[in-house]
């Protein structure tokens, strides 16, 4: 009798209803947390490949341009805002890494890395003092006025920079280089060559747990 009187309350029915659904809610807040959090961590790994991957090929270039002595090419390198200027050069340098790898029996390897473009696919182009917040999430752009190579973050929830504005990554070319005659300048004909590394000039974070 006390089960049947129970179930033909209407409000404890009611009040049975509003904490299945607040608990219906809860665990589809939980989930689609999870989820954002899978995505946000999904961008993060793929900005870190697309940099290591841009990275491989301009250090590649820079040192079969320094092992050659190709003092043109690597008077290239000199400014490290000069992206535009080194893209210009990857096409030949991948032809000529190939023609090297034949030689040397590792075309295999070289052919993997290098089979990608210099740019992601994502990448929209060279823009003259763009607007960061026109830009569409998940997108690469070159900022001419900048000389940076910026990405516009997507997943912003769990993002965090100092930078004003939308939420970005910006990456810059870092020249790395002995100065033999201590000018400040890179002269490749008579200073030693070390390293080319494209990375951010800013303090930024992802928010999840790896």
Partial sequence: ?????????????????????????????????????????????????????????????????????????????????????VRGHIGQAQEDIYKDAYKEKDSRYVQQLLTHDWLPGNYIGELEAPNPEEIGKGKWYFDKSEGLLIYRVSNSEFFHSELNGAPRIRFKIYFDYEDVNLDG???????????????????YEWLIKQ
Avoid: C
């Fill in 1 to 85: 009798m006390e089960l049947m009187h129970r179930w033909s309350d209407r409000n404890l029915t009611r009040l049975e209803l509003v904490m299945a659904l607040l608990i219906m809610f809860i665990l589809i807040g939980a989930f689609s947390r999870h989820v954002l959090i899978v995505f946000a961590r999904a961008e993060s790994t793929m900005i870190n490949t697309t940099v290591m991957n841009m990275n491989t090929t301009l250090q590649y270039y820079a040192m079969n341009a320094a092992l050659k002595g190709d003092v043109e090419k690597l008077a290239a390198l000199g400014d490290p805002n000069l992206l535009t200027e």
């Fill in 185 to 203: 300048i890179y002269n490749p004909d008579q200073d030693v060559f070390r390293s080319i590394t494209l990375k951010s000039p800013d303090n």
